[in-house]
């Protein structure tokens, strides 16, 4: 690895390390109904997948989640059980199984995304505005890296 490379790396882990310690992110609280469920990482990413993409058929979500389609049924049965999601068949084709968010998961999920949202406008506010604009940026480039990584 290159020594700046590996310099920056260090310096990312150190602050990732940091925040942890002093729990910076503890103020960021998952909505009780999520909490009294006790839903896995696994069940949380598909009601997030969900939110953004709903009545997505099983095998979209298994290619977007990198989930096998065994691990996807097992984690959406129990979704379907604590009443976060609703599966049906899809009229035009029988074989196909579509999942959608229930009333209770889109609440929970909109309850979730409006407390990321305030947590990263409180981030913002600290920052200079040519800083905000950079923030975004990096994410934005991190985001195309990842995709570029995929695919090689």
Known sequence: ?????EELVNRVEAVDMEMNERKL???YKIPEEVVETDLSMKQLMILLSLSISDNSTMGELSEKLAMNLSTLTRAV??????TF????????????????LSSKAKTVMDK?????????????K???PEDRIKFVSMFE?????LSGSKNK
């Open 126 to 128: 600290g920052l200079s």
């Open 141 to 145: 480039n991190l985001i195309r890296l």
């Open 1 to 5: 690895m290159n020594d700046d490379i």
């Open 85 to 100: 999601a609703i599966r049906q068949n899809d009229p035009g084709d029988r074989r196909i199984v579509r999942v959608s």
């Open 77 to 82: 049965d129990r979704l379907v059980e604590e």
């Open 25 to 27: 992110l503890s103020h």
């Open 112 to 124: 979730i995304k409006k407390q990321r949202r305030e947590l990263v406008a409180s981030f913002m």
